[in-house]
């Protein structure tokens, strides 16, 4: 289905034969879909096809390849061609590889930049001083800025010029003297005011900015909501930094719910594709939490140990285990995916913890109440006797409101004391209820069947 | 901290003394953070608020609204007024607005617009036909679409003409005589192009579009990958329908997202915010599945009272079945959660299970006999022996590959037969692992001491 495997081995004889023609061939093709292709490429057949393609058109395609395939490609094309490219990738882009070199890759590579652009370099460096998860990690410095006494026939004809290296045009940014940012005109407002108005009449001077150590969620958040295209950077002096675009957003969400999918399943965060991760870093990921799982379940069997007693004297209330357990983790799991996803996207905030509490006792309660009654018939049914089930159905109501509250209160411990909420995940929360279970069937066990048990004879 | 916190209380003195200059002072306001004000108020001074600002901008306001309190005002402020606002919102919150409306309220507002703007009655019928979650569902008619032959300069004077109105201006469409989509022009293309040219000699033929039915998830992925702001809509015979843009792809991944966290927890989706759901629907989500589960956890039980006489001759093989079958279910809540976003975000097709097979074989394989040494340990020091110690390793090996070949296995199967993955919730696959694996364990130690057992008394 995919264009690239369709076209790629007559691509291969045509690159071979008549590299001239490729050119022409790829005119009308999106970058994104030459860049699958060149991921399928041999590497050295990728290289000839990005030298054929004009230097612009080469870097789209190369900005969308991923950070490993361009550090391959960049290796054998030698550090000359490679810079020419990279100048004129996307600033962002182009700031993400350099992080992502080895250092002294990446020392060569800049100082071949510094050679071809300085201002590019130095552009590099800036962008590249912020953690890849910051406002200022995704932010891009091809906008387009202008005084704000310029008039709108002016803009006009500078966003003319410049609006082939800008990312993004939807905006245009007013600047002062201090490169403050100090009003945001829409590129649809500059069409509707007159060529003779100047930008300062007609721009808007409440802007909707975010500081450069903002974690990208967040900025994910105030986009979605302002449902802006872009969204300014903007330092504590109010200097405007960049521009970050909404194409990033969507990698971004993207990206932080993989993370979160995988955490609330006690899996460390991959971070790259399923099949592009070997098998050794999928190990690497999943042993460590399996292990501690492991561990914490070495205090169910002794819960079920230290009431040895009870269970060699009624063999049967070991049959329930399992069932009892699971409906309490179950429910567990149900309050804590709840819970966290309304912290992820700021339904929920730290201070409304009693409301959650509140709403998670009574649905504990309701829930386990229906639950109680099933169990209750089950065990009639099989012939375990009214006590019997009374025992089963009290531990049912017990297991779920308990499953329910430290399914919905530990996320919430979690986000007060700043550890991401996605880690109290259903694996870790059913083993908690698995051993507090076990103690909690075991312990009313024996007071509801102290008479029988008194009467058995001691084991051994 | 919300904007619409802190001013609420003095607007509503304002609104009562000088509602006049409220208008003034929202001029600098976001719509967003308006609405988040009106979505504060009390209903007639929210409506009284609506009625005192330009009706454009109030439109803005209202369309950012939930579509709940939408239909509240709107039978406050009467079906007159809120036509008039209706006819200004953008097309596409306009249509889902009127598909959330009860019908007989729904046909009433539709014959009022009628006779305001009877195009925009009929573009409504047309929007609201598409399923809310397609591509149909998420586009809108108000896009800039000019023939192609026009000249660039001309082009330009029909934006400034039209800019106000459409929702994305970012790219032309060129459309023939037709409808037909001929040709795209982003804004960027046509600034750099001289006033004299012709559009179809600066538009890009290599359309990517979508069609109307595709899914909202797929649409985003194909928004994401080409990193476009938006999309345009286009039917089997090519006519042009509308566009999506990327504003609402934020919104359809955020919501996906909620949608599978929830069933992966084994909770129907929910689809509204955590502290707007009642009580009574978190309970109708979770309810049936909690007994859907709960009923399953019955073959545990009976699993378990099958091998009876196992268990009351060796009373401590008991204690280990919670440790056991946990450390299946987070095995294969692990892999369930890997392959279920693998496939949500395309990574993994359906044709790939072979693949996903050997892959989650060999990491089975491998966890397990991690975790059995670490079981064996245990077993040991506790003083179990080393023939039972080597029934909880070999149980473990065996848990632990049945946990990560079901986890990884069932997803895949339930998206080749088109149900959502996500169904496979880890309670689901712990549910399943904890009947095989007791089976499993019981009837190992069954043969394991089989001696031990043919020595035994036969139980009274």
New interface residues.
């Given amino acids: 289905m995919r264009l690239a495997q369709l076209i790629s081995p007559e691509l291969s004889t045509l690159l071979r034969d008549h590299p001239e023609e490729v050119r022409e061939l790829l005119d009308?093709?999106?970058p994104?879909d030459v860049a699958d292709l060149v991921g399928e490429l041999e590497d050295d057949r990728g290289v000839a096809l990005l030298q054929q393609l004009p230097t612009n058109y080469a870097a789209q395609v190369f900005e969308r390849l991923d950070e490993d395939r361009q550090a391959q490609l960049m290796t054998l094309m030698g550090v000359d061609s490679a810079a020419r490219l990279i100048v004129e990738m996307d600033a962002d882009e182009r700031a993400d590889l350099y992080s992502q070199l080895p250092p002294d890759v990446g020392e060569t590579l800049l100082e071949t930049i510094e050679r071809v652009d300085p201002e590019i370099a130095e552009d590099v460096e800036e962008l590249a001083r912020w953690p890849d998860t910051s406002a200022g990690g995704l932010m891009t410095t091809d906008y387009i800025s202008l005084a704000p006494r310029l008039t709108i026939g002016d803009a006009?004809n500078v966003?003319?010029r410049r609006?082939?290296d800008?990312e993004t045009?939807?905006t245009i940014f007013a600047l002062d003297g201090s490169e403050a940012l100090v009003g945001v005109l829409p590129?649809?407002q500059m069409?509707?005011a007159e060529p003779g108005e100047r930008i300062d009449e007609v721009m808007?001077?409440?802007i909707?900015a975010v500081p450069p150590e903002m974690d990208q969620e967040d900025v994910?958040r105030k986009?979605?909501?302002?449902?802006?295209?872009s969204i300014p950077v903007v330092d504590a002096d109010g200097k405007m930094l960049g521009v970050i675009t909404?194409?990033d957003?969507?990698?971004v969400?993207?990206e932080e719910?993989?993370e979160?999918?995988?955490k609330?399943?006690?899996?460390e965060p991959?971070g790259s594709?399923?099949?592009d991760t070997s098998?050794w870093i999928?190990?690497r990921k999943?042993?460590p939490?399996?292990?501690v799982?492991?561990?914490g379940?070495?205090f169910?069997?002794s819960a079920?140990?230290a009431y040895?007693h009870v269970?060699?004297v009624i063999?049967?209330l070991?049959?329930?285990?399992?069932?009892l357990?699971?409906?309490g983790?179950?429910?567990g799991?149900?309050s804590?995916?709840?819970?966290?996803?309304?912290l992820a996207?700021g339904?929920?905030q730290s201070g409304?913890w009693l409301?959650v509490l509140v709403?998670e006792l009574?649905?504990g309660i309701?829930?386990g109440v229906?639950?109680a009654v099933?169990?209750f018939g089950?065990a009639m049914l099989?012939g375990d006797g009214p006590l019997f089930a009374t025992l089963i159905a009290t531990t049912i109501v017990g297991l779920v409101v308990m499953g329910c509250v430290i399914g919905g209160m530990l996320p919430m411990l979690l986000h007060r004391i700043g550890v991401d909420p996605a880690t109290s995940?259903?694996?870790f929360i059913?083993?908690l209820i698995?051993a507090l279970g076990?103690l909690l069937y075991l312990s009313l066990a024996q007071f509801l069947f102290s008479e029988v048990l008194a009467a058995a004879p001691s084991p051994g």
């Fill in positions: 009308e093709i999106h994104e006009i966003l003319r609006a082939g800008a045009i939807d590129i649809r069409l509707l808007t001077r409440n909707i994910a986009l979605a909501k302002y449902d802006f295209n909404s194409d957003i969507l990698d969400l993207t719910q993989s979160d999918v995988q609330m399943a006690a899996v991959i594709e399923y099949f098998i999928f190990l999943r042993a939490w399996l292990l799982l492991f561990f379940g070495f169910s069997a079920m140990k040895d269970l060699a063999t049967h070991s049959f329930y285990v399992p069932l357990v699971s409906a983790g179950n429910s799991a149900q804590s995916s709840l819970v966290i996803r309304g996207i339904e929920i409304d409301k709403r009574t649905q309701t829930l229906l639950l099933f169990g089950r099989v995940s259903t694996p059913a083993t698995d076990i």
